[in-house]
DNA sequence: AACAACTCCAACCGCTATTCG
DNA sequence: CCGAATAGCGGTTGGAGTTGT
């Protein structure tokens, strides 16, 4: 698939688009043996057909360790708000006071949620103090602990990757994303779409969500990575297939 | 059930800032 | 100091998924 690339003659054209789950295990691979280092150095060594924007991108964004998926809880929510009030369209400085969370993210997020919808979210944030720093959040959800999936990833820390945590009760349905529950409903990746469609009752939303618009493809792609033919995974068996391939690799210099 | 409208977000684009020779 | 290369940032968009009719 996309790594194709570096081949002597008929230099193929630099891939875009979505990355596929062997691309990011390439480039996880390639940056916990090596380090970030130069960019595009780095995805002409890894040998993935991305450029090195792209690859900086997806490394920073959504697979560093570290990196919290999930909904923006109400008190992040509060603390963009307060935040964006004194920097303005500083994203990346916002995202310095948001522990794991990315300049892109922050950016959806008050795009979509804040300036789209003021009104509704001015109320959300009435019935939550703004904490407005990261002792502060993290100190406002600290008992409930909702900021590390359940499947976390040991020394890697990566977080949740793929997994968006079901566990914002007090945001109510903020969206409707729930592959997991489908799993648990024995829905193999094929299917996995129109058989979580809103109607379907037997997946409604409230139970383990994985984010839709990757979910299926990540799904159907880890079929063909995982041993044992996985098809329609859960978080386990997700975190199996990434904890043995984190496995084989060597102990990162990098300080992650 | 089917379709249209809407929502959300991953990823791209273009520009600016920084680093390096 | 200058120019090229690289990194970083913010704006924008395409498309998948969700919701309403």
């Known amino acids: 698939m996309g790594r194709t690339c570096g081949r002597a003659g008929g230099e193929p054209a630099v891939r875009k688009g979505p990355w596929t789950l062997e691309e990011d295990l390439v480039l996880v691979g390639y940056i916990s043996q090596h380090g970030e280092g130069s960019w595009d150095n780095l995805a002409r060594a890894a040998g993935l057909n ?14 560093r360790p570290g990196v919290r998926r999930g909904s923006i809880t109400p008190a992040e929510d509060a603390a963009i708000r307060e935040l964006h009030a004194s ?10 006071h948001l522990p794991g969370r990315t300049d892109n993210e922050i950016k959806n997020y008050w795009r979509t949620r804040i300036q789209r919808r003021p009104a509704a979210s001015a109320q959300q944030q009435q019935a939550y103090h703004a904490p407005a720093t990261a002792a502060a959040i993290a100190a ?5 602990s909702s900021s590390s999936a359940s ?12 997994y968006v945590e079901p566990n914002h009760p007090e945001q109510g349905a903020d969206r409707s994303q729930k592959s997991v529950a489908a799993a648990a409903a ?6 996995a779409s129109s058989a ?10 409230g139970d383990g969500y994985m984010k839709t618009s990757y979910s299926d493809r ?4 880890l079929s063909s ?14 975190w199996n297939v990434v904890d043995n391939f984190w496995g084989t690799l060597p102990v990162p210099d990098a300080t992650f």
């Open 87 to 96: 920097l303005g369209n500083k994203w990346s400085k916002i995202a310095e």
């Open 225 to 238: 990575v995982a041993a044992d033919g996985v098809k329609m995974v859960d978080a386990e068996s997700f």
């Open 186 to 191: 024995g829905v193999d990746s094929g299917s």
């Open 140 to 144: 406002s959800e600290g008992a409930s």
């Open 218 to 221: 990540y799904y159907s792609e």
């Open 151 to 162: 499947a976390s990833h040991g020394s890697s820390a990566a977080g949740d990757w793929w």
């Open 196 to 205: 979580l469609t809103r109607r379907d009752s037997s997946a409604t939303a």
């Open 50 to 63: 991305r450029n090195g924007k792209s690859c900086r991108l997806r490394w920073l964004n959504y697979l």
